[in-house]
């Protein structure tokens, strides 16, 4: 091959791998290259796991793998959708209470946020009631409601999509300036603290594991380290080995349940097993109940393999 041929094959190459290696691990069309600082980092923290669920929403209703058929699928799908919207109520909550009122203090905010939350509210409850139809069209001899009930669903869910997505851009393009240009990681992380104490645990667990996991997909090594570190030490475990690998399992294995068309089994949660363990150390050391301790193990163990 002649050496100018050669070198050509070379650069191109070189070339086509630098493009291949600088694609963007998130959904963000905003922040495609994470520079690391502070405000990309909390911004991406808490909106890329809702636009990964966003996109497994739009998988799983797709016609190949959703068709209305299958009840247990309509019923993943409402229990999944249901926790995703409360999570949905939560952040917007929080945006509305804590973060928008501290960043107004020193910034003009764009009506459009907030009318954007009030919209998707009523966007997301209309989803939600279409869990009755859909259930009375699935296999019940009404399946041609149910049919206009799915491309109902589907053309609303485009509409979610659609809707959600463009509100977490433009917040992401009008907040990220103020970040930048006027606050300190200090002042923002005192905002967040107040948020944070007015959490229930349970949205903490939810949002906090949902961080987590999609951190894993969009972040590097430093991301992970920032993000433990902003953990109080006793969350850091709790964080990594129950609220993480909980939503990880629970709540996005559910909607993948629909795409890979195996119906999901979740596994009793940590305090389960707590309890179960702790009532079965009571009964193996009261004697006389030998057999029903025998029973309850018997029984915990056939629990786990059905559920594995
Ligand atoms: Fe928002
Ligand atoms: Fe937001």
Do not use: C
């Not at 970040?179 to 905002?191: A, P």
């Not at 964080?239 to 629909?258: M, N």
């Amino acid at each position: 091959m002649p050496r100018h041929v050669l070198t050509l094959v070379i650069v191109l190459f070189t070339f086509l791998s630098l493009a291949l290696s600088s694609t963007s691990k998130t959904f963000s069309p905003v922040l495609r290259d994470h520079q690391g600082h502070w405000a990309e980092f909390n911004l991406l923290m808490v909106h890329e796991p809702i636009r990964a669920d966003l996109a497994r929403l739009e998988k799983a209703i797709k016609p190949e793998f959703f068709d209305g058929k299958d009840e247990w699928k309509v019923e993943a799908l409402f229990e999944w959708f249901k926790q995703f919207s409360h999570g949905i109520h939560v952040h917007h909550q929080s945006e509305d209470e804590f973060l928008f009122p501290a960043l107004e203090q020193r910034h003009p905010l764009s009506s459009t946020l907030k009318a954007d939350h009030r919209e998707l509210v009523l966007l997301l409850k209309e989803i939600e009631a279409l869990e009755v139809p859909m259930k009375e069209g699935s296999g019940n001899g009404k399946f041609e409601d149910g049919l206009k009930t799915i491309d109902y669903l589907r053309t609303k869910v485009h509409e979610l999509q659609e809707h959600l997505n463009k509100h977490l851009n433009d917040e992401e393009k009008e907040v990220l300036g103020y970040l930048k240009s006027s606050w300190t990681e200090k002042e923002w992380d005192e905002v967040i603290e107040r948020l944070q104490s007015h959490s229930s645990i349970f949205d903490a667990a939810h949002l906090v594991g949902g961080f987590l996991s999609q951190m894993k997909v969009w972040g590097d090594e430093k991301d992970l380290n920032k993000f433990f570190s902003k953990l109080p030490s006793p969350f850091v475990v709790l964080v990594q080995f129950v609220w993480e690998p909980l939503y990880t399992r629970d709540y996005v294995g559910l909607i993948e349940s629909i795409p890979a068309n195996k119906p999901h089994r979740s596994l009793p949660s940590f305090f389960h097993v707590l309890g179960a363990v702790a009532i079965s150390i009571v009964l193996l050391i009261r004697r006389r109940f030998g057999r029903l301790a025998l029973a309850w193990a018997v029984f915990l163990g056939l629990y786990f393999t059905d559920n594995l």
